[in-house]
């Protein structure tokens, strides 16, 4: 049966007068045909044509998991010593009298790739169909956030296991395997991302990488997170204190918490993406830590961790029933302290509801 997902890009195709939309990136193929599958160097490519029946093209040796999957079309394999794109063609010309008009995924696929493709279709225009996708992956319907529901779930689980391996002496990576490793025996196959855990100043690098440093009393730790649950991704950040914290860590981190409530308060169909940022903003910068928040307020989050929208300063992007992202206010002064709130939510008809709900208020691990 063909999906809601498939049948608005079928609709865009017909609209834009395309005539097949042959999207190669795992993440867009899994969202539009139920199957996931990481197939590293090999191609793995779903064309969907305006009028005809779409079908998923595999490697053979995942051709028998492609049909076991929800994707109920056909499925076409290719063995390694084979040239892919000679059948790939050879199937789009069998499902499609038309080839004048692709729609590729520009911001995907590689130049070499591409390259293969027009030797095949010498005549074709190529559009382009990412940004297509990101605005239909904008607004989540109901077993996509159930689904996200769970993953902050996790999330939160992540959390409470990190917080109890806080220990003198315990470097950040060993909390970084023990939360990973706990995860994976319950189960889970795949964090959003790799697991953070930044302690004392190191936290105020908002990308840092977890090393072999080590928690000393009265550090503050900080945990940014997610797992991925059915394919969907969750994304959170807490601090926790080892110990008391200095004046001024006690300052910051009170500053951001109501930047992030403040913002979270606000969140409504209506408003836009760019009014969020500037609510945490300005709090932010009224207390005169303003050139230390030095990014924007959150992202959006789906089957990808960063997805659209882009809750930044000056978007005039309205926020609409279903979309998903982050709020996630910081403050970074380097080599002195580093705090970062986050939650991510789901807009709902009169405001928004969080997918994790560990408390906000400042955790001391003693
Ligand atoms: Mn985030
Ligand atoms: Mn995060």
Redesign the pocket.
């Given at each position: 049966m063909i999906n809601k997902k498939l049948t608005y890009l079928k609709e865009w195709l017909i609209e834009s007068k395309i005539d097949c939309a042959l999207l190669t990136d795992p993440e867009n193929i899994a969202y539009y045909s139920g199957f996931k599958s990481e197939p590293h160097e090999r191609i793995l490519a779903l064309a969907i044509f305006p009028s005809t029946d779409p079908f998923l093209f595999t490697p053979s040796l995942d051709m028998k998991d492609a049909q076991n999957s929800e994707w109920s079309f056909s499925v076409y394999g290719y063995l390694d010593n084979e040239n892919p794109w000679s059948i790939l063609s050879k199937k789009i010309q069998e499902a499609t009298t038309s080839t004048e008009c692709f729609a590729i995924e520009k911001s995907f696929l590689t130049v070499e790739r591409y390259e293969k493709l027009c030797l095949f279709f010498k005549n074709s225009t190529f559009e382009n169909v990412s940004e297509k996708i990101q605005e239909m992956k904008l607004i989540k319907d109901s077993s996509e956030i159930k689904k996200m529901i769970e993953a902050g779930k996790w999330a939160d689980k992540a959390l409470e296991i990190g917080f109890n391996t806080i220990k003198e002496g315990i470097s950040e990576e060993e909390i970084v395997a023990e939360i990973d490793y706990q995860l994976k025996k319950q189960g889970i196959k795949e964090m959003?991302?790799e697991t953070?855990v930044l302690t004392g100043d190191h936290a105020a690098s908002p990308h840092g990488v977890p090393g072999a440093r080590k928690i000393k009393k009265n550090d503050m730790v900080l945990f940014?997170?997610?797992v991925v649950y059915n394919g969907y991704t969750s994304?959170?950040?807490r601090m926790a204190i080892f110990g008391k914290p200095s004046k001024e860590a006690e300052k910051v981190y009170s500053i951001v918490l109501k930047a992030h409530q403040a913002a979270i308060a606000a969140v409504k169909p209506g408003i836009s993406a760019g009014q969020l940022d500037k609510i945490a903003r300005d709090i932010i910068t009224n207390e005169g830590y303003g050139e230390y928040f030095t990014h924007r307020l959150g992202h959006g989050l789906g089957s990808n961790?960063h997805e659209f929208p882009s809750i930044m300063e000056g978007s005039e992007l309205i926020i609409k029933e279903g979309m998903c992202f982050?709020i996630?206010p910081g403050i970074y002064i380097p080599e002195v302290v580093g705090v970062?709130i986050?939650d991510c939510l789901y807009v709902t008809k009169n405001g928004c509801e969080l997918f994790t709900t560990t408390p906000t208020a400042f955790k001391s691990i003693v």
């Open positions: 959003s991302f953070m940014d997170l997610g994304d959170v950040t961790v982050s996630e970062r986050e």
